[in-house]
């Protein structure tokens, strides 16, 4: 059984350019979280989504970034004119309800690198 | 808002000594706690988790957790640690029993051989 998967793990953008994070859920989980860890920081929630709807996007800064959870295919988490305060880990984690009494499984996380 | 406070932003330690690393909670009503190992250059992986029961719960690779709900507290803690332990420990509480984690920022733990 697959865990999360997230592509690609590496990225390297250039100011002004942007970035798709792509995150798989585990089979069977429908809901998918998004977290920003900054260096030297902890992590931050970003966005909750389930399939086509966003369900909590208060950790998402109001500009440039955008993420969605199609019907079909990945979770896609978008950065759209990065600049270089941008550069972190994010990590993608899925579970299989909304509810705190699941246990959340991690991507193995995609780091962002913008020169 | 819910918040977590991790005591201790970095502990060395020598291998065989116990470990306890601390975690306070703010949030007055049902929660689920877990705490998270990140290994350098990896994800993040599940040490245990509390959702209801008996307080001391006992995880993975000989870790084990208090829950002390009247100081809202949820320490971790290892008899004897090992080099291969030396990671970086988050500790996390689930907002208003939703899947959305609040993390702590994280204690990393140096186990010199």
């Known amino acids: 059984n697959a865990g999360v998967m997230q592509n690609p793990r590496h990225l390297v953008r250039r100011r002004g350019q942007e970035a798709r994070l792509r995150c798989s859920p585990m089979k069977g989980h429908s809901h998918v979280y998004w977290y920003r860890q900054l260096p030297e920081e902890g992590l931050k929630f970003m966005v909750y989504l389930q399939k086509e709807n966003i369900i909590d996007e208060s950790g998402m800064p109001k500009e440039r970034f955008s993420a969605e959870f199609p019907k079909e295919g990945p979770s896609i988490l978008r950065i759209q004119q990065v600049v270089r305060g941008d550069s972190a880990a994010y990590f993608c984690a899925s579970s299989p309800s909304g509810t705190g009494e699941n246990t959340i499984y991690f991507g193995e996380g995609s780091w962002l690198t913008v020169v | 808002a819910q918040s977590v406070s991790q005591h201790n932003h970095h502990v060395i330690l020598s291998e065989a000594a116990s470990l306890e690393l601390g975690c306070n909670y703010s949030?007055?009503?049902?929660?689920?706690l877990f705490w998270y190992v990140q290994y350098p250059g990896q994800h993040l992986q599940l040490l245990l988790k509390y959702f209801s029961g008996d307080p001391l719960v006992k995880g993975i690779k000989g870790f084990e957790a208090e829950f002390i709900k009247s100081k809202f507290s949820f320490n971790l803690r290892k008899p004897s640690v090992q080099w291969s332990d030396t990671a970086e420990y988050f500790c996390a509480v689930s907002h208003m029993g939703t899947g959305k984690l609040i993390f702590g920022q994280g204690t990393t733990l140096q186990v010199k051989p």
């Open positions: 949030y007055g009503g049902t929660v689920n």
